[in-house]
């Protein structure tokens, strides 16, 4: 019985498997003891910290015979704070654990057992991630957080998880917020924008605090958050998340998206430009307040404020695809029996706890849906928590799914560039887009060449398995200056530094372009180098064209055809491949895939070619497009 136990008893125990909160689980005779900082399979001795009716809570003092699994953990306040339950747990492992976790919840489910449960996806930062923390203040003032069993609070002098902006605020607010208990710091390192919630009248107060929003920037936009709205917390995982979901919902620009539980309206906004018209139903009014001012300029997007069962349940058009991100308890039985009715082509449910997930996928697949696989994704890492992707398809009568494959046309570029979609749509190629998911790094050993060409193959491969039937394009370019290369800049910050360098020089831009039949398993790829003259712009004209937003999501951080900035003096080699796709090798490579590609004689870009024929070699001349 766990009264047996006292709080403060030592024991050794060696931990069978894990509990809900990220504790291993272990037992002494027959009561469960959570074990703080255990990994099953390991032997430890323990310290009892709290005791319940059923389970008893206990912390690991020393380890006896230790996981292969275990690291050592950087966090000085580890142990203490409880917030990393895993941060002693080796970074592939938790992964890997995420996935299982994942797995088991859909397990217990008649009917979800066999359901593909993908590799975790990692978060590019496993520190330094969080855009959000909210600190327990002590009476002295003093910030931190509270132990989850002992209910100690632990002051803190920084967090290994939270963001450097959160950390550098938390410094200056450190001791003197003795006026409120709870705090809350949301900031985004992208822009450099913060808020603290409540607002602090001490005159001892170095900063400001009250404010009513902070922005963000995601994806190359940015956009305006509530101190009350919902935002994720680790933005390299949520633009995968944008990315993922683009290509899973099979988007070709065209069709009806409704975002379902929209927040501040990430996903409407960054997919908007890949479908016709996009209802993005929010229950929170500032939410959708300050959906509205981050979607000015978008046309296409209409939001829609009230409950998403509600809302659901009065729409009548069918969508062609739909998105449910519901808060962590899921969905209301009416909202999915909304989506059941409404039978979307494809149905995208995001969810950050297994145990809902499970259960209202249980609920559509009774309603005629079928899973075709569910990808976690590490927004938490070192901790327990994980996101998830479902991806689901309607059943027809006689059970086979209709994918996205029904839908698609005969060619498809995995690439998220808008700027080769329209060089593809300029030449009279209706092609879909798709958004492939693929390792980036570089091998120090590799070429830029062999890299581009590498990465534009991936790209294809990636997603021929949805395609069998399909020439798919794959497109990977990267800007080289005195052998270095350059990707997309990681905010305004390092744009500007980027076309500092780049100005009044000569760099590369490298394509590789990669073409796969993929009926007949064959594939094709090329890569194209042009030199480009840049001209001696000034430091006013690179502020001016940074605010645009416009070099954020480009490699080199500018585009040749951004006016009017017009960065570029002239260029030696392929005007196309520097815009994001060389043509003629384009041409040159879809003609062995069965697909002719004619260059229209009135087209722009054609002028700036002078002996430039398809399926030969492309030159173009060296004039001038601007003053050196």
């Known amino acids: 019985?766990?009264?047996?136990?006292?709080?403060?008893?030592?024991?050794?125990?060696?931990?069978?498997?894990?509990?809900?909160?990220?504790?291993?689980?272990?037992?002494?005779?027959?009561?469960?003891?959570?074990?703080?900082?255990?990994?099953?399979?390991?032997?430890?001795?323990?310290?009892?910290?709290?005791?319940?009716?059923?389970?008893?809570?206990?912390?690991?003092?020393?380890?006896?015979?230790?996981?292969?699994?275990?690291?050592?953990?950087?966090?000085?306040?580890?142990?203490?704070?409880?917030?990393?339950?895993?941060?002693?747990?080796?970074?592939?492992?938790?992964?890997?654990?995420?996935?299982?976790?994942?797995?088991?919840?859909?397990?217990?489910?008649?009917?979800?057992?066999?359901?593909?449960?993908?590799?975790?996806i990692p978060s590019p930062a496993q520190l330094g991630y969080r855009n959000h923390a909210r600190f327990t203040v002590a009476k002295d003032g003093t910030l931190g957080f509270v132990h989850r069993e002992t209910r100690r609070h632990v002051g803190i002098d920084?967090?290994?998880?939270?963001?450097?902006?959160?950390?550098?605020?938390?410094?200056?607010?450190?001791?003197?917020?003795?006026?409120?208990?709870?705090?809350?710091?949301?900031?985004?390192d992208g822009t450099g924008s913060y808020l603290v919630q409540p607002v602090l009248k001490s005159p001892e107060i170095p900063v400001e605090t009250g404010q009513k929003h902070y922005e963000e920037l995601l994806g190359g936009r940015s956009f305006r958050v509530a101190s009350a709205s919902f935002f994720q917390v680790n933005n390299l995982q949520a633009e995968q998340m944008i990315a993922m979901a683009r290509e899973e919902l099979g988007l070709s620009g065209h069709g009806l998206l409704v975002d379902a539980y929209a927040g501040v309206g990430t996903f409407a906004i960054l997919l908007a430009p890949h479908v016709d018209r996009v209802i993005a139903i929010e229950d929170s009014p500032s939410a959708v307040w300050d959906a509205e001012a981050n979607a000015a300029g978008i046309d296409n997007i209409t939001f829609i404020q009230g409950r998403t069962e509600e809302v659901l349940e009065q729409m009548e058009e069918?969508?062609?695809?739909?998105?449910?991100?519901?808060?962590?308890?899921?969905?209301?039985?009416?909202?999915?029996?909304?989506?059941?009715?409404?039978?979307?082509?494809?149905?995208?449910?995001?969810?950050?706890?297994?145990?809902?997930?499970?259960?209202?996928?249980?609920?559509?697949?009774?309603?005629?849906?079928?899973?075709?696989?569910?990808?976690?994704?590490?927004?938490?890492?070192?901790?327990?928590?994980?996101?998830?992707?479902?991806?689901?398809?309607?059943?027809?009568?006689?059970?086979?799914?209709?994918?996205?494959?029904?839908?698609?046309?005969?060619?498809?570029?995995?690439?998220?560039?808008?700027?080769?979609?329209?060089?593809?749509?300029?030449?009279?190629?209706?092609?879909?887009?798709?958004?492939?998911?693929?390792?980036?790094a570089m091998d120090p050993e590799e070429t830029v060449e062999s890299l581009v060409a590498r990465l534009a193959l991936a790209k294809v491969r990636r997603v021929s398995g949805a395609r069998p039937g399909d020439v798919l394009v794959g497109a990977?370019?990267?800007?080289?200056?005195?052998?270095?290369?350059?990707?997309?800049?990681?905010?305004?910050?390092?744009?500007?530094?980027?076309?500092?360098s780049l100005r009044g020089r000569t760099h590369s831009v490298v394509t590789g372009v990669a073409v796969r039949d993929a009926a007949h398993g064959l594939e094709w790829v090329e890569s194209c180098t042009t030199d480009v003259i840049m001209r001696r712009y000034s430091d006013e004209e690179i502020g001016a064209y940074v605010a645009t937003g416009a070099p954020l999501d480009k490699a080199g951080s500018y585009g040749i055809q951004d006016e009017p900035f017009n960065p570029v003096s002239r260029v030696v080699g392929c005007y196309t491949n520097v815009v994001g796709l060389p043509l003629c090798i384009l041409g040159d490579l879809l003609a062995r895939a069965g697909i002719e590609l004619k260059m229209p004689e009135d087209l722009e870009i054609t002028r700036r070619c002078t002996d430039c024929s398809l399926g030969q070699n492309c030159s173009v001349a060296a004039k001038p497009d601007g003053d050196d």
């Open 476 to 500: 990977d370019s990267m800007v080289v200056l005195d052998g270095r290369p350059i990707g997309k800049p990681a905010g305004p910050d390092e744009a500007a530094e980027t076309l500092r």
């Open 318 to 440: 069918q969508p062609t695809a739909l998105i449910l991100d519901p808060p962590r308890a899921g969905c209301r039985p009416e909202a999915l029996q909304a989506a059941v009715r409404l039978k979307p082509n494809r149905l995208l449910y995001v969810s950050c706890e297994p145990e809902s997930l499970a259960r209202d996928l249980e609920q559509l697949c009774e309603g005629g849906f079928r899973v075709e696989k569910v990808q976690p994704i590490d927004m938490f890492p070192q901790t327990h928590h994980v996101e998830c992707i479902a991806v689901l398809t309607p059943e027809a009568a006689d059970g086979v799914s209709r994918g996205p494959g029904s839908l698609r046309r005969n060619l498809v570029l995995a690439s998220s560039s808008p700027r080769r979609t329209q060089l593809l749509s300029s030449v009279g190629l209706e092609h879909e887009v798709v958004y492939p998911l693929v390792d980036e």
């Open 158 to 188: 920084s967090c290994m998880l939270m963001s450097p902006l959160i950390n550098r605020t938390l410094g200056e607010l450190q001791g003197r917020c003795a006026e409120t208990t709870q705090l809350s710091i949301r900031g985004g």
């Open 1 to 120: 019985m766990a009264h047996e136990l006292l709080k403060g008893q030592r024991l050794r125990l060696t931990p069978v498997g894990w509990g809900k909160l990220g504790d291993a689980l272990a037992y002494q005779g027959d009561t469960k003891v959570m074990v703080f900082g255990g990994i099953p399979g390991e032997e430890v001795e323990v310290e009892v910290v709290r005791v319940r009716r059923d389970q008893v809570s206990a912390q690991v003092v020393q380890v006896l015979d230790s996981s292969p699994y275990r690291v050592d953990t950087p966090c000085p306040y580890y142990g203490r704070c409880t917030g990393c339950q895993w941060q002693h747990i080796d970074y592939q492992h938790q992964l890997d654990l995420k996935r299982n976790m994942v797995a088991d919840a859909l397990g217990q489910v008649a009917g979800l057992g066999n359901v593909v449960v993908a590799p975790t």
